[in-house]
């Protein structure tokens, strides 16, 4: 069957049956399309979550672009499609396909996941099984694409590890295209898929081959080692260290239906100079980076140019910590103002600067102003390394409600170690500080919507050798702030417990749970990322036939000798950084004043 041939079947058969099929058809406004008879190369891009996820992810887009780039490349997308039209195309015998070209998944060289959240697990199996991919990396042959990954889900591969060739350590921009053309030399001329791999390892940095490396001790027990001379030990990642060389996506594909993100996205700044203790991004991206404040301002009025959103978006893990944040912030009002176009300043530090933010930001279309204090108590603030004034969180709020902003976004985290009752009133206390300050400021009340997260200790952070409480305490704990509640302004939405819990064993966990991952989904999980989705009692039930403990996982806390999953994948400031802030974090815990 040719490619034209499956479209006309796919879109004249299958897309009148399902919902939303614009996101199946391809053809959006700057898709890159070309003729593989052209090109040496082609690899496919697929997202594990559905199309409105996806394309509202930017690292997906600088991807695309980079890859397009090259002459002899072709790069084009795939995403998880829903149950109806994943249970029509086995009905059919039809394989998924990439959206450009509707190119079967079988015919590619490379096809490169983005692991964002662990929980999209099972919808990386869909998307290999409709694709005609064995789902195992063994079961493959030379001739099957390269199966890879990249993305924070890789910083601990080997619970996923029995369904990859590879994964990508780090920064992608430069790697990508580097794996993408050691697979063709490395293929050709080698005897079978193992040998392509051994030589991929042995040229390409930054790279683990999870094939290559197995325990000492069996299946979980001791630290992963290479199986072959001339692999490292420690996969190091790889650190785009001038990322305003690197042109951002200026043509960016734009949707044919309504996604998450419908905005413009421009990423002025990689790395944080906080060093909050819980945050995994914060590790992983550094060193802080950022690009000019004229690169920012050409690449934003260029995208508007060639898409016609009417919003841009500031890409950054701490927005106003940009060095030059000011100018940058009234360039870009005096471009953008006249073309109508709006600016959005997500992740805001709370620091002096948060005071100014009403002055700096116009509220066209601007009606929130969105915060992460995190934590409430100072106490608590001085243990995960988060170094905020409340008086600065609350002239933030109060410059901005003057301004015209009617809603607040308070991100949360309970359940971190050492938590006390007084960290979660705290929160409440806040909420409802600036529901006080509203009505004084505006005589009414604004919207505080108070975001509460369960606390995942995660790889490659200092608490990563830290238990994770159990479903007990979070239940009682959002219980606890709820009874709190004494306003009708102030909601409270807590994160299901369930999906915190799998998300704990999914990042901690070893290589015992790939059959468990194949099990699950084998039984019918698919997008347990939504909460209308998930179907926890499918994964307790495979765990407890496979004899994994979950308590082992996630309840235990965990000497610093002992070997971890993760431990043969590096960070840049190395292990010793995070077993030192580790030491400073559980001395804090111990000095917490403990009320009577």
Excluded at 180 to 201: H, I, K, T, V, Y
Aim: proline share 7%; aromatic share 6%; hydrophobic share 40%.
């Amino acid at each position: 069957m040719t490619n034209q041939e499956l479209k006309q079947r796919v879109v004249h058969q299958l897309l009148p049956r399902v919902q939303t099929p614009g996101q199946y058809i391809g053809g959006e406004l700057n898709a890159v399309v070309k003729d593989h008879r052209q090109v040496r190369g082609k690899v496919c891009l697929a997202f594990p979550d559905t199309y409105a996820i996806g394309m509202s992810h930017h690292g997906l887009q600088v991807l695309y672009a980079a890859m397009n780039g090259h002459r002899d490349w072709v790069c084009e997308r795939v995403f998880a499609p829903g149950r109806d039209l994943e249970d029509l195309l086995r009905a059919a015998q039809l394989p998924l396909y990439g959206l450009e070209s509707f190119t079967p998944l079988p015919c590619y060289d490379v096809l490169g996941f983005t692991l964002q959240y662990d929980l999209c697990c099972t919808n990386v199996l869909t998307i290999l099984d409709l694709g005609r991919i064995p789902l195992a990396a063994d079961q493959r042959q030379l001739e099957h694409p390269l199966v890879i990954a990249g993305g924070p889900g890789v910083m601990n591969p080997e619970p996923m590890a029995r369904f990859f060739d590879l994964f990508v350590i780090g920064d992608g921009e430069e790697t990508l295209p580097q794996v993408c053309e050691a697979w063709l030399q490395c293929r050709s001329g080698a005897p079978n898929r193992r040998e392509a791999l051994l030589r991929m390892a042995r040229q390409v940095p930054h790279i683990y081959v999870p094939g290559l490396y197995a325990p000492p001790g069996g299946l979980a027990r001791g630290r992963l080692q290479p199986l072959h001379e001339g692999i490292t030990e420690t996969v190091s990642p790889a650190v785009l260290t001038d990322l305003n060389a690197v042109p951002l996506p200026t043509r960016p594909v734009v949707p044919n239906v309504e996604c998450v993100q419908d905005r413009i996205a421009v990423e002025i700044m990689r790395g944080c100079p906080g060093r909050c203790r819980f945050c995994q991004s914060t590790t992983l991206k550094r060193p802080l980076r950022w690009r000019r404040v004229e690169t920012i301002v050409e690449a934003a009025v260029e995208s508007y140019r060639n898409t016609g959103y009417n919003e841009v978006s500031l890409l950054s893990l701490s927005t106003s910590d940009y060095p030059q944040f000011d100018l940058l912030v009234r360039r870009l009002q005096e471009e953008l103002r006249p073309l109508g176009v709006s600016l959005s300043v997500p992740s805001l530090r709370i620091n002096e600067q948060l005071r100014t933010i009403g002055d700096l930001l116009n509220t066209d279309r601007t009606s929130g102003l969105t915060l992460a204090p995190e934590v409430a108590r100072d106490a608590m603030r001085v243990q995960v390394g988060k170094r905020i004034r409340n008086e600065d969180l609350y002239e933030g709020c109060r410059s901005a409600l003057a301004k015209g902003f009617h809603r607040v976004k308070l991100y949360f985290m309970c359940g971190l170690p050492g938590e006390q009752e007084a960290d979660l009133d705290g929160m409440i206390e806040m909420a409802e500080t600036i529901v006080d300050l509203g009505r004084q400021i505006r005589g009414r009340p604004p919207t505080v919507v108070v975001n509460v997260s369960n606390f995942v200790p995660k790889p490659q952070t200092p608490y990563q050798w830290a238990p994770m409480q159990t479903r007990e305490y979070f239940r009682a704990a959002h219980q606890h702030l709820r009874r709190r509640v004494r306003t009708r302004a102030v909601q409270i939405k807590c994160h299901d417990v369930e999906a915190s819990l799998l998300e704990g064993v999914l990042s901690r966990g070893d290589r015992r749970l790939g059959p468990v991952i194949e099990d699950v989904w084998r039984r019918g999980a698919r997008f347990d990322a939504w909460s209308d989705q998930l179907r926890a009692e499918l994964w307790w039930e495979a765990l407890a036939e496979a004899g994994l403990a979950i308590e082992e996982i996630l309840h235990q806390t965990v000497s610093l000798d002992t070997p971890l999953p993760w431990d043969h994948v590096g960070i840049r400031q190395g292990r010793s950084y995070l077993e030192r802030e580790h030491s400073r974090a559980a001395l804090c815990e111990g000095n917490q004043d403990r009320p009577g």
